[in-house]
C-alpha cells in the first residue's frame, strides 16, 4: 500500500460509520533540532504573552465567522483539519440562514493553560487549553501554528478534552514543553505512520489501536451498516499527513506523546433499484452536489487526539482520547 502525504481520492472500499468528539495537542518536526529557513537555535515557539493574544485573536475572529455564517472572518485564523470542518460547517450555514445567526452564543475561554515547546526553526506551534462556556465541563484544546514570523498564529487542531484527560507533559526546568518527532523512534507508533495505521485499522482492523469508541466500536457499528434491506454502504478511509495536516506531539510525564493527526472518510450509500435516497438532513443538503437519485457520497475530515506509548510501556495499543468529525462534502448520483 502507498503511503499518501495530502488530499487525495478514494483507494479502496470497507464498512461502516460514525462521528465522535474530541482531545489534545503537540507537534512535530524531521527533527527537535532540525535546520530550517537556515535556523538552528532552539528556542520557544513563542512567549506566554504572544500566546494568549494568539487564543485572544482566534477567540474574536471564530465568534464573528459563526454569528455571521461568514468563513472568511476567521479563515486566516484556521489552517488544516479544523479549516476544513469549521469551513464546511460555514458554507451550508451561509446557505441554510445567509442573515446569519441570531441565536449564536460568543465562545468564552477562561483558565488558559500554554504548553510551549523548544524547537528550532519554522513551522512553530504551541498548545492551549482553556475552560468553555459550551459542551459541559470540558477543556477546549487548541494547536497554534505559523510558518514564519511575519506569518498570524492559526489553530490547525480544535477539540474537547474532561479535565482529567490533558495529560501531563514533560517539561524542562524553566517549563518549556518537548516536542516528539514525525519518526520517533522510541514510541509505540511512529507520529507520522498514525494516519496511515489508522486508514488501514477502519479498513482491516488489527493490534496497533486500543479498543473503544473509535476503534473496535466505530467499526463494529460500520459492519453492521453495510447492508440493510434495499442499502448498501461502502466506506473509504485516508491518510492526511503533509503540510497543514502533518501530526503534531509532545511528550508526556510518562515518556510517551499526546499527538494530533487526521484523516478523510468517505461514505458511499447505493440504493436497490426502486429504492429512493431521502436526504433529509439540511446541511448534507446545502453541501451536496448532483441529485441523488442512486446513490450519495459523504466526505468527512477528522483529526484525532491520542496517547502514543512509549515502546518500553507494558501495553501498546494507541489510546483515542477523543475524535472530531465534520462533515465537508456531498454528492448525489
Not at 54 to 81: C, E, H, I, Q
Not at 107 to 113: G, N, R, T, V
Not at 197 to 224: C, I, M, N, P, V
Request: hydrophobic share 40%; charged share 25%.
Amino acid at each position: 500500500m502507498s503511503r499518501d502525504h495530502g488530499p487525495r481520492r478514494p483507494r479502496r472500499l470497507g464498512r461502516g460509520t460514525l462521528l465522535a468528539a474530541s482531545a489534545a495537542v503537540l507537534s512535530m518536526t524531521a527533527s527537535a533540532c532540525v535546520t530550517v529557513h537556515g535556523e538552528r537555535v532552539v528556542l520557544p515557539a513563542a512567549t506566554k504573552a504572544e500566546a494568549a493574544r494568539a487564543l485572544k485573536d482566534f477567540t474574536t475572529a471564530y465568534n464573528k465567522a459563526n454569528a455571521a455564517n461568514d468563513r472568511s472572518l476567521d479563515a486566516g485564523r484556521v489552517a488544516g483539519p479544523l479549516a476544513d470542518i469549521d469551513g464546511a460547517k460555514l458554507r451550508a450555514g451561509e446557505k441554510n440562514r445567509p442573515e446569519g445567526n441570531p441565536d449564536y452564543v460568543p465562545l468564552e475561554l477562561s483558565d488558559a493553560e500554554y504548553t510551549i515547546p523548544k524547537k528550532a526553526g519554522w513551522p512553530r506551534w504551541f498548545v492551549a487549553d482553556a475552560r468553555g462556556n459550551k459542551g459541559g465541563d470540558v477543556r477546549w484544546v487548541l494547536v497554534f501554528t505559523r510558518g514564519g514570523a511575519d506569518e498570524v498564529w492559526e489553530v490547525s487542531y480544535l477539540t474537547l478534552l474532561s479535565p482529567g484527560d490533558v495529560p501531563e507533559f514533560e517539561k524542562d526546568e524553566d517549563g518549556w514543553a518537548e516536542p516528539v518527532t514525525a519518526d520517533q523512534a522510541d514510541l509505540a507508533v511512529a507520529p507520522r505512520d498514525l494516519s496511515e495505521e489508522y486508514a488501514d485499522y477502519l479498513q482491516d482492523g488489527g493490534d496497533a489501536f486500543a479498543d473503544g469508541t473509535h476503534t473496535s466500536q466505530w467499526r463494529a457499528t460500520r459492519q453492521k451498516n453495510a447492508k440493510r434491506p434495499g442499502l448498501v454502504r461502502q466506506y473509504v478511509d485516508e491518510p492526511l499527513t503533509s503540510g497543514e495536516y502533518a501530526p503534531l506531539g509532545l511528550r508526556t510525564a510518562d515518556g510517551g506523546a499526546l499527538v494530533f493527526f487526521a484523516t478523510r472518510h468517505f461514505e458511499k450509500q447505493t440504493a436497490a433499484k426502486g429504492v429512493s435516497l431521502t436526504v433529509s438532513d439540511a446541511n448534507v443538503k446545502a453541501l451536496m452536489t448532483g441529485e441523488p437519485k442512486q446513490s450519495l457520497t459523504l466526505q468527512w475530515v477528522s483529526n484525532q487526539a491520542v496517547l502514543d506509548p512509549a515502546k518500553s510501556a507494558g501495553e501498546q495499543g494507541v489510546e483515542f482520547l477523543s475524535r472530531v468529525q465534520g462533515l465537508t462534502g456531498a454528492k448525489g448520483e
